[in-house]
């Protein structure tokens, strides 16, 4: 099934929207989530981390497991939403790319390059004879000087 142009252009109108709103969502939800308006969603369960200097002295807590989970939580949330929004940029791009119309204009037509089978060097007979002349000149120029 072949889209018309109208048809391609309503697709990426929608595409682009539907890119934008993904890009919206993702900004305000970290932003809710780091302000603290907002927990992100507690997917980690973690024990309290200690460990124990010496035999006489009881453990010491390094990290407590409430603040571990909400450490890999916050985490978890800053790649999902910035995944989402790297998404969102994506299918907005293509729906750019659809609405966009494609132009090709063809300035001159493309000739094929002229070879000399007779010339065994690497430069044109052309370039050949403009040195010859410029060599011409300079030896002209100094005949004219002495």
């Known amino acids: 099934m072949k889209l018309k142009i109208k048809d391609e252009k309503i697709v990426g109108y929608i595409l682009l929207a539907i890119g934008i709103i993904m890009i919206f969502f993702s900004v305000y939800e970290m932003v809710r989530v780091f302000t603290g308006a907002s927990p992100p969603p507690n997917l ?6 200690s460990i124990q200097m010496s035999e006489q002295v009881e453990e010491t807590l390094l990290i407590s497991g409430e603040e571990l989970n909400k450490l890999a939580a916050m985490v978890f949330w800053y790649m ?3 995944f989402i929004m790297w998404s969102g940029g994506k299918i907005a791009s293509l729906g750019v790319n659809m ?3 494609i132009k090709v204009e063809v ?6 390059p002229k070879t000399d089978v007779s010339s065994q060097g690497n430069e044109s007979p052309s370039k050949e004879s403009q040195k010859s002349e410029e060599a011409k000149g300079v ?3 100094q005949s ?3």
């Open 99 to 101: 609405i966009r119309e």
């Open 80 to 82: 999902l939403m910035f």
């Open 107 to 112: 300035k001159e037509p493309m000739e094929k």
């Open 144 to 146: 004219d000087e002495s």
């Open 139 to 141: 030896n002209d120029k």
């Open 44 to 49: 980690f369960n973690f024990s309290d981390v």
